[in-house]
């Protein structure tokens, strides 16, 4: 069964690095997200994408994150001059295309992300 | 702002019992409605979703949807040890997005 892959799995880095992180959606998915999930809170929208630009992002998504497809297969988050308070599990997602009963997000493993 | 509440928990239930999760949402304009169960340190798993008022089975699992209430809640019959997990209730707008509620965290004791 095809699934959402995430890489790496765990990333650790210094405050004020930038990080990317690394998805490679559903093969014939065409709508990908990110959330993120603070230890102990719940999952948080971050950002959509569909046909090669952003659909949406929530407050958290400022100018310190971007997002990008950069050829047919990956989905990348990249965060600028990390903060420890993004220090949290990434998630990636994507659904497929289609009316009503093909909404499902599909969520990948994540990457846990901790800021030094 | 769209809010999706859920009782936190711990719910404990015995082994074989009937679990019942609830959720309520802030956003009429709410259309999809999904149940994710997640392990600890892993991702959101889809267990079911829903779109219609009324009931939706599949297998053990029984989700119900009040849109008048704004009211979702998922059932779990005979619940099994392997059911211990926090089921994160979901509500999609019209955007597309997903708003998660926190959770309610499952113990079923063999």
């Known amino acids: 069964e095809p699934e959402v892959t995430q890489t790496p799995s765990h990333q650790v880095t210094q405050m004020g690095q930038e990080v990317i992180l690394r998805c490679v959606p559903i093969s014939n998915h065409l709508y990908f997200y990110w959330y993120r999930q603070i230890l102990g809170q719940k999952v948080e929208f971050l950002v959509s994408?569909?046909?090669?630009?952003?659909?949406?992002k929530s407050e958290i998504f400022d100018d310190q994150f971007s997002v990008e497809r950069p050829d047919g297969s990956n989905f990348t988050l990249k965060i600028r001059s990390t903060k420890l308070e993004d220090s949290a599990m990434y998630f990636c997602?994507?659904?497929?295309?289609?009316?009503?009963?093909?909404?499902?997000?599909?969520f990948g493993p994540g990457t846990r992300l901790t800021v030094l | 702002q769209k809010e999706v509440e859920q009782n936190s928990g711990p719910l404990s239930v015995p082994e074989g019992a009937i679990a019942s999760l609830n959720c309520t949402y802030s956003d009429r304009g709410s259309q999809s409605f999904f149940w994710y169960r997640q392990y600890s340190g892993k991702s959101p798993e889809l267990i079911m979703s829903?779109?219609?008022?009324g009931d939706k089975e599949d297998g053990r699992f029984t989700a119900q949807l009040n849109k008048a209430s704004q009211y979702v809640s998922l059932l779990i019959r005979d619940s099994q040890p392997s059911d211990s997990a926090t089921y994160l209730c979901?509500?999609?707008?019209?955007?597309?997005?997903?708003?998660f509620g926190t959770g309610t965290r499952l113990t079923v004791i063999p």
């Open positions: 997602a994507s659904r497929p295309p289609g009316l009503t009963g093909a909404d499902t997000q599909y």
């Open positions: 994408f569909y046909n090669n630009e952003i659909s949406e």
């Open positions: 829903i779109y219609s008022n």
């Open positions: 979901a509500v999609q707008t019209g955007a597309n997005n997903l708003f």
